[in-house]
């Protein structure tokens, strides 16, 4: 899994929310590594440069939780929503996405398989 790729910058602080047991640690540790800063929890209390938040069918309000993952990102900062693929149990399908996206006050940027079970929606936030 290359999360360069996937958008993440070396030197970077990537804040992860949604975190459960099903979550894919290969992908959590590729991100890590490539920023080279290990992933910190909701409670970091500090700006962050982006959130990969880990999102099922059945966890809520999505564009909440989208509104919620902003709360610590820097202005210009991303957000990666991770979503069980088609097929997967809790898999939100891409209208939901682009539904709550822009109610959050974000942007679809790219969707694109993240690992055997999730696919990942990058999320921009505009430079608010």
């Keep these: 899994m290359d999360a360069g790729k996937m958008g993440f910058a070396p030197d970077t602080v990537i804040q992860e929310l949604g975190w459960d047991e099903d ?7 590729a991100i890590a590594k490539h ?3 290990e992933l910190v929890d909701g409670d970091v209390g500090e700006v962050v440069d982006g959130v990969i938040l880990w999102w099922r069918d059945g966890d809520g309000d999505l564009a909440e939780g989208l509104m919620d993952a902003l709360q610590d ?3 210009g900062g991303f957000v990666w929503l991770l979503t069980p693929k088609v097929g997967r149990e809790g898999h939100v ?3 939901d996405v682009g539904e709550a996206a822009p109610i959050a006050g974000l942007s679809v940027t790219t969707t694109s398989p993240a690992g055997e079970d999730w696919a990942v929606t990058k999320l921009s936030t505009h430079r608010r």
């Design 35 to 37: 920023t080279g800063n």
């Design 73 to 75: 990102v820097a202005e």
């Design 23 to 29: 979550v894919d640690d290969d992908l959590r540790g």
């Design 93 to 95: 399908s891409g209208a």
